[in-house]
T-cell receptor, first 111, second 117 residues
Framework: GENVEQHPSTLSVQEGDSAVIKCTYS??????FPWYKQELGKRPQLIID?????GEKKDQRIAVTLNKTAKHFSLHITETQPEDSAVYFC??????????FGKGTMLLVSP | ETGVTQSPTHLIKTRGQQVTLRCSSQ?????VSWYQQALGQGPQFIFQ???????GRGNFPPRFSGLQFPNYSSELNVNALELDDSALYLC????????????????FGPGTRLLVL
């Protein structure tokens, strides 16, 4: 089955800096890659997703890039703010809507 | 916030008991997936229901079972509870067909936190 590796497990940045979280996947059939943000005690919330026919997608301060050849994808957050502090999960799907998640990255943005 | 709701929010059971968790999907969604999230881990896929039929299952034993109703709401049942079943149980709804062509975006409910003593 699919295996998703996520790095780093924790990331500390200063407010205004950029943050990058990287994920690799094992199944070349995976074609959908969402990113979720989970605040303490709350549900995972979709923040951005990308499909395999696209190499990059951007939404305001958040962007995701996908390299199908290398089987990795990354989340980029620019101009980080304290409210960006949360756990971020990447996931991969082979098209049956079943998501395989990474283990998460705890992002801490210090004022 | 999504339109996905779950009940109850918290539950305490003892080892060997049975539990039923409930999920109401977002309006217009016909697919519900269940995940188990242990503390400090990413969600792990349990199974998915599409139009009242199981449509995929993760690496969970048969004592984890489910149902989907005609209104697309869903239940997760766990029999013979074990201590390791303590976790946050999340359901997610999507509008995908559930078939080979589907990769519908999944929206999560708030979860049910289960503690097994």
């Amino acid at each position: 089955g699919e295996n998703v590796e996520q790095h780093p497990s924790t990331l500390s940045v200063q407010e205004g800096d950029s943050a990058v979280i990287k994920c690799t996947y094992s199944d070349s059939a995976s074609n959908y890659f969402p990113w979720y943000k989970q605040e303490l005690g709350k549900r995972p919330q979709l923040i951005i997703d990308i499909r395999s026919n696209v190499g990059e997608k951007k939404d305001q301060r958040i962007a995701v890039t996908l390299n199908k050849t290398a089987k990795h994808f990354s989340l980029h957050i620019t101009e980080t703010q304290p409210e960006d502090s949360a756990v971020y999960f990447c996931a991969a799907s082979t098209g049956y809507s079943t998501l395989t998640f990474g283990k998460g990255t705890m992002l801490l943005v210090s004022p | 916030e999504t339109g996905v709701t779950q009940s109850p929010t918290h539950l305490i059971k003892t080892r060997g008991q049975q539990v039923t968790l409930r999920c109401s999907s977002q309006s217009g969604h016909n697919t519900v997936s269940w995940y188990q999230q242990a503390l400090g881990q990413g969600p792990q896929f349990i199974f998915q229901y599409y139009r009242e039929e199981e449509n995929g299952r993760g690496n969970f034993p048969p004592r984890f079972s489910g149902l989907q109703f005609p209104n697309y709401s869903s239940e997760l049942n766990v029999n013979a509870l074990e201590l390791d079943d303590s976790a946050l149980y999340l359901c997610a709804s999507s509008g995908a067909s559930g078939g080979a062509q589907g990769y519908g975006t999944q929206y999560f409910g708030p979860g049910t936190r289960l503690l097994v003593l």
